[in-house]
């Protein structure tokens, strides 16, 4: 199927222009495809890095304004313009989101995250911009530092200021003055989770990790929706535990925990490698780090040895799922669940293998329990919609709006706008797990069905076939090929 063109993108400024060949004597309008967003999005970038912070600006403003992108784009942007202090154009990211039921969640965890108490007129947004582009990406925390501390009293109280000057401090190791600053700009916005966070590394730097740990209960407390911003708490939670402890193998383990929330795994792997003498809970967390890189007999290998561990059965229970031995698999989900009854995603998992044996009833119950205990339980929101046919397109945007990297929802919405011949749709969809994972086999049966329904038989066929060259047990895109 050939992809649509989106409208005509006028780009703002000769550079951008130069990059992608086009004369600067005569702007030339550009059709731009489904992923040219993403890629006029790191040229203007790449301009900010370099500290160009108003070409930057406007270029990312104009991509916004006349870029029809899909929902997950500007959903990201909204996120990534928020974390380098672009809020205005956080704000317009937010303003062309279509399906505001999906994109809700996202929106205000991402303003709970990173928005100032105060909105800054543009000029003050920049010039701060720019101080962070200068503190992460041109070494020049020194400089800013100087910049600010001569700066007038205009920015005193302005809490995003005060953060800055606290970031700047931290990457030049001067975890004392950082502190006087980050808990301003706290006192300043005590709803932002971005300085709490900074407040914490910075206590866990300055000899305080168990004031530390309180401000990281406390933001664990937090009703925050999205998987990200969970995550983020997570790893950083795994951190102060790194600072606290005093055996080595101990540090070494909170390391590599801290390591897998990063998705740094490599590292992780090596961290947990060099502890000599490997307790069930290093077992374990190496047996999760391989499944999730999908080495999976060196993950049965380290479960089968921390059968006494929570994460082990977990890890255990999903190698017998992807197996499709579901009794098994039943019998490793529960005993996780009775080690540790706190863990909602074991309850979570249980109820999937109750599900695939056919006990509906069970299965249900369970996805309920962990919903009304959970705020980001986008797994059983996902499930609960395969059961529950009258809620179904409400439940499975639950599930993208609090993880929005979760394909297997995206596809989902496709295939109920397929079945509904609501095509259009489901092509946006599509489009929207093909930006997340190109090499995701079922994207490209999906891509084959809504094909045949257009009439484009040879595009379905290819498109099948591309889902078996990724995945040759795949029965589905078989049957479709006659296989």
């Not at 530390?212 to 983020?232: D, G, M, V």
């Not at 590292?267 to 290093?282: C, F, G, M, Y």
């Not at 397929?418 to 049966?445: M, T």
Request: charged share 25%; with cysteine.
């Amino acid at each position: 199927m050939s992809e649509d063109l989106y409208s005509q993108l006028q780009l703002v400024d000769p550079v951008m222009q130069n990059v992608l060949n086009l004369s600067q004597d005569a702007p030339k309008k550009v059709a731009i495809s489904y992923d040219s967003p993403f890629a006029l999005y790191n040229i203007a970038f790449e301009r900010f890095k370099n500290c160009n912070i108003k070409p930057a600006y406007d270029d990312f403003k104009n991509l916004f304004e006349n870029a029809n992108a899909s929902d997950y784009f500007y959903m990201k942007m909204a996120e990534e313009m928020a974390k380098i202090g672009f809020y205005s154009l956080s704000d317009l990211a937010m303003s062309k989101i279509k399906e505001k039921d999906i994109a809700n969640i996202v929106v205000e965890d991402i303003r709970h995250y990173y928005f100032p108490a105060q909105q800054m007129r543009q000029k003050k947004e920049l010039y701060l911009a720019e101080l962070y582009s200068n503190i992460v990406y041109n070494e020049q925390t020194s400089e800013v530092i100087t910049e600010l501390n001569q700066a007038d009293d205009s920015l005193d109280g302005i809490d995003y200021a005060n953060y800055l000057l606290a970031f700047a401090f931290v990457q030049n190791n001067d975890f004392e003055k950082a502190k006087t600053f980050i808990d301003k700009a706290v006192y300043l916005n005590p709803d932002n989770l971005n300085y709490q966070a900074l407040q914490v590394e910075i206590l866990a730097e300055t000899n305080q990790p168990k004031d530390a740990l309180k401000i990281i209960n406390k933001l664990k407390k937090q009703q925050i929706y999205s998987i990200t911003f969970t995550n983020k708490i997570n790893s950083l939670e795994q951190y102060v535990q790194y600072k606290l402890a005093k055996k080595d193998s101990v540090k070494a383990y909170h390391l590599g925990y801290y390591y897998y929330w990063e998705k740094a795994y490599e590292k992780a792997i090596r961290t947990l490698s060099a502890i000599e003498k490997k307790n069930k809970d290093v077992n374990a967390l190496l047996s999760r780090i391989y499944y999730d890189t999908q080495d999976f007999d060196k993950a049965f290998g380290f479960a089968s040895k921390a059968k006494s561990s929570a994460l082990a059965n977990e890890v255990l229970g999903d190698y017998y799922t992807d197996k499709k031995e579901f009794n098994l698999a039943l019998k490793c989900y529960s005993k996780a669940c009775s080690l540790d009854k706190k863990q909602l995603k074991y309850r979570e998992k249980l109820a999937q293998a109750y599900l695939a044996l056919g006990n509906t009833g069970k299965a249900k119950n369970l996805f309920e329990d962990v919903i009304m205990n959970s705020s980001n339980a986008y797994l059983s929101y996902y499930n609960l919609a395969q059961i529950d046919s009258t809620k179904e397109m409400a439940y499975l945007r639950k599930s993208v709006a609090i993880n929005m990297m979760f394909s297997d929802g995206w596809l989902s919405l496709a295939n109920s706008e397929l079945k509904k011949e609501n095509l259009d749709s489901a092509g946006k969809y599509l489009k929207i797990v093909k930006s997340i994972d190109e090499n995701n086999f079922k994207y490209y049966y999906y891509l084959g069905l809504l094909c045949n329904k257009q009439g484009q038989k040879r595009d379905a066929e290819q498109n099948f076939q591309k889902a078996l060259l990724l995945n040759p047990d795949f029965e589905p895109a078989k049957e479709a090929l006659s296989i």
